[in-house]
C-alpha cells in the first residue's frame, strides 16, 4: 500500500512539472517587459517604452521583476533558511551535550542533521550569495537589470517550492510522514532502503533548487556577457563579477549532473529501477556521480564569498587589490581544477590505487590557487591604512578562519591521512570552517557593507561588534574542537558518543551558542535598522572617495540620493545620517 502511495506521489509531482514547463512555455518574450520606475530595468524591444510606478502591498513583491527586488527576495529567503538551520544545530548541540541520549532518539537526530546540511548548502548558502548577485553585480557592471528579468523572477519563486518539499515533512510527522535521514549526501542503500517519504520530499525539493540555480547561472553569464556598460570592459570587471561569472559555469556542469542523480534516485525508490543497487550500477556508482557535483559545489559556494571579500576588504585598507590579475587567474584556475579531485571524498571505498593517486595530486594542486588569493588578501593589508569597520572585521575573520579550514583540507587531500581521518569529526570541523567561518562571515561582510545602498539607512554598529567576536569566539571554540575529536577518533554523525570525549563535545555545544546568540543579535539589529536606523544622506557612507575607492553601486546610490532630494524626499531630521560612519 505504501509504495501505491509512492508511485501515486511521484506521478502527481511529476504531472505538477509538466504543467509548470507549460505554463512558462507560453510566456512568448522573455526579455520583453515594461520597464520600473526605480530604474530597475530596461525594456530591450522597441515597443516597450513606458513606465509604470510599480504595484503596491503584496502584489509587489509577487509580480515584482526587479532585480533589487529580487535580489532582497532572495535574501529574506536566505534568512528564513538560516533561522531553521540554527535552530536544528541547536536542537543537535544541545543533545550532544551529553554522551547519551537526553532530549531526542536518535532517528530524530538523523533528521534534524539531514535537514541541516541540506538547508545550509541549498537554501541558505547558494541562494544568499544570488541575492548579492542579483542585487549589486547588474549595479557594479553598469547594467539596467539581469538580461531575463522574468526567468530571475521564475528562479527564485522555484525555492519556495523547494524548502517547502524538504521541510514539510517535519509538519507532517502527526500523520505519518517521517522526515528524510539520510544525511545530506543521501548514500545508497541507506537512501533506497528508507520507506520515509520524506526521502521523495527531500529529493524533489532538491530538485526544484537545481533548476533554479541553474537558471539562476544563465541569467548571470548572459548579464555580464550582454549587459556590461560601455566604460566596463572584460579588463575593468570587477572580481565579485569574475568570480559570479566562474560559479555560474560551474552551476551549468554540475547541477545538471545532480538533477540526474535526483532523478535515478527517485526511480530507484518507486518504479524499482536498478541505477544504484547491487544489480544495476552499484552503489559507488552513485557517490562517483555525486561527488562530480558535490566538489564543485563547495567552489560554486565558495568563489562568490572570496570575490565579496577581494572587493570590499581592499575599500577599508585604503588601496588597491594587489595582484588583481593573478586573483582572477586563481579563480578561474580553482573553477577548472574543481572537476579534477572529485575522487579525494572516495579514497576509503576501496577504488584503484592508480586513482586515488592521480586524485591526490589534483586535491593538493588545487590549494595553491587558493593560497594564491590568501596572499594577494594579506599583502593588500600589509601597507594599507587600515579602518576596523565592522566588514572590514569580518573580512578579516574570513582570511583567518580561511587559511584554518585550508590548512585541515590539505592533510585530507593526503591518501595515508585521510584513511585515518574520514570518517571523524575532523572532516566536519575542517568543512564547517570553510562553510561557516568563511563563507558566512563573507556574506555577514557583505550584508553590513551593503546594508546602506539596500536600506537607506545605518545598522548599529555596537551590536556589529557583538555579533562579529560572538561569532569569531564562537567558530573557533566550536569547529577546533571538532578537528581535536576527530584527532580522537570520535566517529561523525553519531547522537551518543563515549564518555572520554564529553569535554570537547560540550566545548563545542558552548562555541556554538556563541554563534547562535551572535546570529540573534545580527537579526535584531539589522530589522531594527532597517525599521528605525539614522537615514544615509551621504552618497559615500563609508568615504571611499577619500581613497578614490568608490565603485559603480556607489555612484548609483549617490545618484539615487540626489535624484530624491531633487523630488523632495526630504528625511527626518532626527535621523538623518550626514556624515560617513556607522551608527554607534
Same mark, same amino acid.
Given at each position: 500500500?505504501?509504495?501505491?502511495?509512492?508511485?501515486?506521489?511521484?506521478?502527481?509531482?511529476?504531472?505538477?512539472?509538466?504543467?509548470?514547463?507549460?505554463?512558462?512555455?507560453?510566456?512568448?518574450?522573455?526579455?520583453?517587459?515594461?520597464?520600473?520606475?526605480?530604474?530597475?530595468?530596461?525594456?530591450?524591444?522597441?515597443?516597450?517604452?513606458?513606465?509604470?510606478?510599480?504595484?503596491?502591498?503584496?502584489?509587489?513583491?509577487?509580480?515584482?521583476?526587479?532585480?533589487?527586488?529580487?535580489?532582497?527576495?532572495?535574501?529574506?529567503?536566505?534568512?528564513?533558511?538560516?533561522?531553521?538551520?540554527?535552530?536544528?544545530?541547536?536542537?543537535?548541540?544541545?543533545?550532544?551535550?551529553?554522551?547519551?541520549?537526553?532530549?531526542?532518539?536518535?532517528?530524530?537526530?538523523?533528521?534534524?542533521?539531514?535537514?541541516?546540511?541540506?538547508?545550509?548548502?541549498?537554501?541558505?548558502?547558494?541562494?544568499?550569495?544570488?541575492?548579492?548577485?542579483?542585487?549589486?553585480?547588474?549595479?557594479?557592471?553598469?547594467?539596467?537589470?539581469?538580461?531575463?528579468?522574468?526567468?530571475?523572477?521564475?528562479?527564485?519563486?522555484?525555492?519556495?517550492?523547494?524548502?517547502?518539499?524538504?521541510?514539510?515533512?517535519?509538519?507532517?510527522?502527526?500523520?505519518?510522514?517521517?522526515?528524510?535521514?539520510?544525511?545530506?549526501?543521501?548514500?545508497?542503500?541507506?537512501?533506497?532502503?528508507?520507506?520515509?517519504?520524506?526521502?521523495?520530499?527531500?529529493?524533489?525539493?532538491?530538485?526544484?533548487?537545481?533548476?533554479?540555480?541553474?537558471?539562476?547561472?544563465?541569467?548571470?553569464?548572459?548579464?555580464?556577457?550582454?549587459?556590461?556598460?560601455?566604460?566596463?570592459?572584460?579588463?575593468?570587471?570587477?572580481?565579485?563579477?569574475?568570480?559570479?561569472?566562474?560559479?555560474?559555469?560551474?552551476?551549468?556542469?554540475?547541477?545538471?549532473?545532480?538533477?540526474?542523480?535526483?532523478?535515478?534516485?527517485?526511480?530507484?525508490?518507486?518504479?524499482?529501477?536498478?541505477?544504484?543497487?547491487?544489480?544495476?550500477?552499484?552503489?559507488?556508482?552513485?557517490?562517483?556521480?555525486?561527488?562530480?557535483?558535490?566538489?564543485?559545489?563547495?567552489?560554486?559556494?565558495?568563489?562568490?564569498?572570496?570575490?565579496?571579500?577581494?572587493?570590499?576588504?581592499?575599500?577599508?585598507?585604503?588601496?588597491?587589490?594587489?595582484?588583481?590579475?593573478?586573483?582572477?587567474?586563481?579563480?578561474?584556475?580553482?573553477?577548472?581544477?574543481?572537476?579534477?579531485?572529485?575522487?579525494?571524498?572516495?579514497?576509503?571505498?576501496?577504488?584503484?590505487?592508480?586513482?586515488?593517486?592521480?586524485?591526490?595530486?589534483?586535491?593538493?594542486?588545487?590549494?595553491?590557487?587558493?593560497?594564491?588569493?590568501?596572499?594577494?588578501?594579506?599583502?593588500?593589508?600589509?601597507?594599507?591604512?587600515?579602518?576596523?569597520?565592522?566588514?572590514? %572585521?569580518?573580512?578579516?575573520?574570513? =582570511?583567518?578562519? *580561511?587559511? &584554518?579550514?585550508?590548512?585541515?583540507? !590539505? +592533510? /585530507?587531500?593526503? $591518501?595515508?591521512?585521510?584513511?585515518?581521518?574520514?570518517?571523524?569529526?575532523?572532516?566536519?570541523?575542517?568543512?564547517?570552517?570553510?562553510?561557516?567561518?568563511?563563507?558566512?562571515?563573507?556574506?555577514?561582510?557583505?550584508?553590513?557593507?551593503?546594508?546602506?545602498?539596500?536600506?537607506?539607512?545605518?545598522?548599529?554598529?555596537?551590536?556589529?561588534?557583538?555579533?562579529?567576536?560572538?561569532?569569531?569566539?564562537?567558530?573557533?571554540?566550536?569547529?577546533?574542537?571538532?578537528?581535536?575529536?576527530?584527532?580522537?577518533?570520535?566517529?561523525?554523525?553519531?547522537?551518543?558518543?563515549?564518555?572520554?570525549?564529553?569535554? %570537547?563535545?560540550?566545548?563545542?555545544? =558552548?562555541?556554538? *551558542?556563541? &554563534?547562535?546568540?551572535?546570529?540573534? !543579535? +545580527? /537579526?535584531?539589529? $539589522?530589522?531594527?535598522?532597517?525599521?528605525?536606523?539614522?537615514?544615509?544622506?551621504?552618497?559615500?557612507?563609508?568615504?571611499?572617495?577619500?581613497?578614490?575607492?568608490?565603485?559603480?553601486?556607489?555612484?548609483?546610490?549617490?545618484?539615487?540620493?540626489?535624484?530624491?532630494?531633487?523630488?523632495?524626499?526630504?528625511?527626518?531630521?532626527?535621523?538623518?545620517?550626514?556624515?560617513?560612519?556607522?551608527?554607534?
Amino acid at each position: 500500500m505504501q509504495v501505491d502511495g509512492q508511485i501515486a506521489l511521484t506521478v502527481l509531482m511529476g504531472l505538477l512539472l509538466l504543467i509548470v514547463a507549460g505554463w512558462i512555455a507560453r510566456i512568448e518574450d522573455w526579455r520583453s517587459y515594461t520597464p520600473l520606475a526605480s530604474g530597475g530595468g530596461r525594456a530591450v524591444d522597441d515597443s516597450a517604452h513606458g513606465t509604470h510606478e510599480k504595484p503596491g502591498g503584496l502584489i509587489r513583491w509577487l509580480t515584482t521583476v526587479d532585480h533589487k527586488d529580487i535580489g532582497i527576495l532572495y535574501a529574506i529567503f536566505g534568512t528564513f533558511a538560516l533561522v531553521w538551520g540554527g535552530v536544528t544545530v541547536a536542537l543537535m548541540r544541545t543533545e550532544l551535550f551529553s554522551p547519551t541520549t537526553v532530549l531526542m532518539d536518535p532517528t530524530t537526530y538523523n533528521a534534524l542533521m539531514t535537514s541541516h546540511g541540506i538547508t545550509m548548502l541549498f537554501l541558505f548558502g547558494t541562494p544568499m550569495i544570488a541575492a548579492f548577485g542579483n542585487y549589486v553585480l547588474p549595479l557594479l557592471i553598469g547594467a539596467d537589470d539581469m538580461a531575463f528579468p522574468r526567468i530571475n523572477a521564475i528562479a527564485f519563486w522555484l525555492l519556495p517550492v523547494a524548502g517547502s518539499l524538504i521541510w514539510a515533512p517535519f509538519l507532517l510527522m502527526a500523520v505519518g510522514i517521517e522526515p528524510a535521514q539520510t544525511g545530506w549526501t543521501m548514500y545508497p542503500p541507506l537512501s533506497l532502503d528508507q520507506s520515509a517519504l520524506g526521502v521523495d520530499f527531500m529529493l524533489l525539493g532538491l530538485h526544484l533548487s537545481g533548476i533554479s540555480a541553474t537558471l539562476g547561472a544563465i541569467n548571470f553569464i548572459a548579464t555580464i556577457f550582454t549587459e556590461r556598460a560601455p566604460d566596463v570592459g572584460w579588463e575593468r570587471l570587477d572580481i565579485f563579477s569574475w568570480t559570479m561569472l566562474t560559479q555560474s559555469g560551474l552551476i551549468l556542469f554540475a547541477f545538471p549532473l545532480l538533477g540526474s542523480v535526483l532523478l535515478m534516485l527517485l526511480l530507484d525508490r518507486n518504479l524499482g529501477t536498478t541505477f544504484f543497487t547491487t544489480e544495476g550500477g552499484g552503489y559507488i556508482l552513485y557517490q562517483h556521480l555525486f561527488w562530480f557535483f558535490g566538489h564543485p559545489e563547495v567552489y560554486i559556494l565558495v568563489l562568490p564569498p572570496m570575490g565579496l571579500v577581494s572587493l570590499i576588504l581592499p575599500r577599508f585598507a585604503g588601496r588597491k587589490l594587489f595582484g588583481f590579475k593573478f586573483v582572477v587567474y586563481s579563480t578561474l584556475a580553482i573553477g577548472v581544477l574543481s572537476f579534477g579531485v572529485w575522487a579525494h571524498h572516495m579514497f576509503t571505498t576501496g577504488i584503484d590505487p592508480r586513482i586515488r593517486s592521480a586524485f591526490m595530486a589534483v586535491s593538493l594542486a588545487i590549494a595553491v590557487p587558493s593560497a594564491v588569493k590568501v596572499f594577494n588578501w594579506i599583502t593588500t593589508l600589509w601597507s594599507g591604512r587600515l579602518r576596523l569597520t565592522v566588514p572590514m %572585521l569580518f573580512c578579516l575573520g574570513f =582570511v583567518s578562519n *580561511f587559511i &584554518i579550514g585550508g590548512v585541515t583540507g !590539505v +592533510f /585530507l587531500a593526503s $591518501i595515508p591521512v585521510d584513511a585515518v581521518l574520514h570518517a571523524t569529526y575532523y572532516v566536519v570541523g575542517h568543512f564547517h570552517y570553510i562553510v561557516m567561518g568563511a563563507i558566512g562571515f563573507a556574506l555577514f561582510a557583505a550584508v553590513y557593507y551593503w546594508f546602506p545602498l539596500m536600506t537607506g539607512r545605518m545598522y548599529q554598529r555596537s551590536l556589529g561588534l557583538i555579533h562579529f567576536w560572538l561569532s569569531f569566539i564562537g567558530t573557533n571554540v566550536t569547529f577546533f574542537a571538532m578537528i581535536l575529536l576527530g584527532y580522537g577518533g570520535m566517529p561523525r554523525r553519531y547522537a551518543e558518543y563515549l564518555p572520554q570525549y564529553a569535554t %570537547l563535545h560540550q566545548a563545542t555545544t =558552548v562555541g556554538a *551558542f556563541l &554563534i547562535f546568540i551572535g546570529g540573534v !543579535v +545580527f /537579526l535584531w539589529n $539589522i530589522i531594527q535598522s532597517w525599521l528605525e536606523g539614522p537615514r544615509v544622506e551621504s552618497g559615500d557612507p563609508w568615504n571611499l572617495k577619500e581613497d578614490g575607492m568608490v565603485s559603480h553601486e556607489w555612484a548609483w546610490f549617490e545618484h539615487q540620493l540626489e535624484t530624491r532630494l531633487a523630488d523632495g524626499g526630504e528625511p527626518d531630521d532626527d535621523t538623518a545620517m550626514t556624515d560617513g560612519g556607522e551608527r554607534e
